[in-house]
């Protein structure tokens, strides 16, 4: 996301896409962040019924797919497939990160963390993608971003599967102590009350010699 937008303008500016002077290709830059605005608004709906897992992978082989169009084609269409990426990219952070630290129970916090940390990567990828810009052109320098919407398809595609629990809650859940009554059958206990018990003393009292009733 941020290499191509990094570099949208000078691939906008080249003789074999548009041509276009700075100001005119900075404005259709806003295409490209514009479309990533649009597409989370419609991801957040559209995540309602469709998996995670597979909307990131259709949007990350969507994303490849569009920029490797752009490099292998001249004109409008190079443009305009490239400034399509940023519809895209619109859901993919939120639902890597989602992906990343579900299921992970005490480790969450952890598991959040790493993913914040990942965010490196929107520092590196730009500096690759502009030295193959520099040294084999703006077209096959887009080969980098590809490559990484390659492993996000991945990942995408990896996450369909059922999440599997992690040993740890898994071992905390078996030395838990149950419940009183949770595993073990419950023993009826018989309780006389004093209200049962009354009626018994009254009969011992009323028989015995030389015992005169209260009245009542």
Aim: charged letters at 15%; aromatic letters at 6%.
């Amino acid at each position: 996301e941020v290499a191509i937008g990094t570099l949208m303008v000078s691939y906008l500016e080249q003789p074999r896409v548009l041509g276009a002077d700075p100001a005119t290709a900075g404005h259709l830059l806003s295409f490209y962040w514009g479309g990533a605005l649009v597409g989370r608004i419609v991801g957040s709906f559209a995540l309602r019924f469709v998996r995670a897992g597979a909307a990131l992978a259709v949007c990350a082989l969507a994303a490849g797919l569009l920029a490797t169009v752009s490099g292998l084609s001249e004109g409008p269409l190079a443009a305009w497939t490239l400034l399509s990426v940023g519809l895209a990219n619109a859901i993919m952070f939120p639902t890597i990160f989602a992906l990343a630290i579900e299921g992970l129970g005490e480790r969450t916090a952890q598991g959040a963390g790493i993913v914040c940390v990942a965010i490196v990567g929107g520092a590196i990828i730009p500096v690759v993608t502009g030295y193959l810009a520099d040294h084999v052109g703006l077209s096959l320098a887009l080969g980098a971003p590809v490559l990484c919407y390659l492993c996000i398809a991945g990942y995408g595609l990896a996450n369909l599967r059922e999440p599997l629990e992690l040993p740890s809650t898994v071992s905390t859940r078996c030395a838990s102590p149950s419940t009183p009554g949770e595993n073990s059958p419950s023993v009826p206990t018989t309780r006389r009350t004093n209200h049962e018990d009354r009626p018994h003393h009254r009969r011992q009292q009323r028989h015995r010699p030389g015992h005169r009733p209260a009245p009542r």
